[in-house]
């Protein structure tokens, strides 16, 4: 029932194709039986995972690695300018694609769910991957991070339905007609690209503009920009809002820790409907009901949808336990807005009650940290102690006077106990010198501090 190929992508050349979003709609054309080709500036687990798939991944970037017979060339907002692949295609006349577009050709005669928000969209996009697999649905799907192994970010499914993580940080969800949108929050963010709240619900309305006649738009009740967001969409769209709030469609009634787990029961047309989910916290309990509705508007048997998200385990980077050593948890958390700093905070608060938080946090983009850097420091006084690295910039040169001090200030001034560490390759034997039998440590942020847990572990154990 899935489609096939489209013409312009049978051979496609990505740049950047270790990317999470990047790395994923390869994956699916490869399965589809396009020849893909692509570079990344370094070699990676998930490159070794394409070259599995078929795919020719050259490391580094350079003129020559673009074929020849290039159907096209594959790029996201990251991709500079003066990239010697871009300059070429120029040369040989090859068309270049958005990631943004090459997805929505995927999506093209299937039933698409298109999940949004300012946070929890990968967390989303997984749990209804997992559970419409767990029922034998076979769906396809393109999340932001990988469920379990390197490559496992995105499938070829034999079934209607495409999940789809939409990604508005450069509006590039504005190339989607999903059937079924969700929209877990909208907040103020990626501030190289908007200026203001209102650029924001624009770029969201025009999102949920393109959700196709007789579509539905899920959305929180909860989330204050979620909800100016239903009043501008006012008739335009089917809409079903979850969450805690009185008058939400689909009301959460309760949301009970049980440690690394939590039990979630609903209101749901008029019945209470209890199930498990194996992650910890109120915000990932709520991103498995933002799940269940978009199933359920799509036909999904509520009780079926509600057992199978119990099979949903975690995906990486998202409270990923990374090992024990010494009586010392280390948890990954790619928590990098201060609204998912305090969220993953909470939940492990709650999952380990008083033991010790110790954070390693690296702050991601100098825009982000000039606007908010204030916020993530108060984000810090949940944690018992912190330790702050330097800036990652991703795709961003140093704006002048932006650094990650202004998180420390921030964080001291708020009462926290916060150190600052500008060595990255120090920070494991500063924060396994911090940590005590019974403690958790949380590795935070966007970047490369993911890399570090592991490091961390190998000095406790030392």
């Not at 020559?64 to 991709?79: E, M």
């Not at 009740?221 to 809409?239: P, Y």
């Not at 690394?260 to 008029?270: C, F, I, P, Q, Y």
């Not at 975690?314 to 990923?320: A, E, I, M, N, P």
């Amino acid at each position: 029932m899935a489609p096939g190929l489209p013409t312009a992508m049978d051979r496609p050349h990505f740049i950047g194709i270790g990317g999470a979003g990047m790395s994923g709609i390869a994956k699916i054309l490869a399965q589809r039986g396009a020849k893909v080709a692509g570079s990344d500036a370094k070699e990676s687990r998930t490159a070794e995972a394409l070259r599995a798939q078929g795919a020719t991944v050259h490391i580094g970037h350079a003129a020559d690695h673009l074929a020849d017979d290039a159907s096209c060339v594959v790029v996201s907002s990251a991709i500079r300018p003066d990239n010697p692949e871009l300059a070429r295609a120029a040369v040989l006349g090859v068309p270049v694609v958005h990631r943004a577009d090459a997805l929505a050709s995927l999506m093209t005669g299937l039933r698409p769910i298109a999940v949004a928000g300012t946070h929890g969209k990968t967390t989303t996009t997984s749990m209804l991957a997992v559970s419409l697999r767990t029922l034998g649905l076979d769906p396809s799907y393109a999340i932001g991070g990988d469920l379990d192994a390197p490559g496992s970010n995105a499938e070829h499914g034999g079934g209607e339905i495409f999940v789809a993580e939409a990604d508005e940080s450069d509006r590039s969800f504005h190339k989607y007609a999903p059937e079924v949108a969700i929209v877990l929050n909208v907040e103020l963010d990626h501030h190289a690209n908007y200026a203001s709240m209102d650029e924001i619900y624009e770029s969201f309305e025009t999102f949920t503009d393109r959700i196709v006649p007789g579509g539905t738009l899920v959305v929180s009740a909860d989330n204050e920009g979620a909800r100016e967001l239903t009043r501008r969409v006012g008739s335009r769209a089917r809409v079903v809002t979850y969450g805690a709030s009185a008058d939400a469609d689909v009301r959460v009634l309760s949301v009970v820790p049980q440690g690394l787990k939590s039990e979630v029961t609903v209101l749901l047309d008029g019945r209470e409907l209890t199930f498990t989910v194996s992650v910890p916290g109120s915000h990932y309990a709520h991103n498995a009901v933002a799940a269940l509705v978009a199933g359920v508007a799509l036909g999904v048997p509520a009780e079926d949808l509600a057992r199978a998200l119990g099979s949903y385990t975690g995906v990486k980077r998202r409270l990923q336990l990374k090992g024990e050593q010494a009586g010392v948890q280390v948890i990954d958390s790619y928590a990098h807005h201060p609204t998912e700093m305090t969220a993953d905070l909470e939940a492990m608060r709650a999952a380990v009650g008083d033991a010790r938080i110790l954070v390693l946090f690296q702050p991601h983009l100098f825009s982000r940290t000039q606007e908010l850097g204030k916020e993530m420091g108060e984000a810090l006084t949940l944690a018992d102690s912190s330790v702050v690295l330097d800036i990652y910039p991703a795709r961003e040169d140093p704006v002048p006077g932006v650094t990650s001090a202004l998180i420390i200030d921030a964080a001291r001034a708020a009462g926290a106990e916060v150190r600052a560490v500008h060595d990255k390759d120090a920070a494991p034997e500063v924060v396994a010198g911090m940590a005590r039998p019974g403690d958790l440590v949380l590795t935070m942020g966007a970047g490369d501090v993911t890399d570090l847990g592991p490091l961390i572990l190998d000095r406790l154990a030392e």
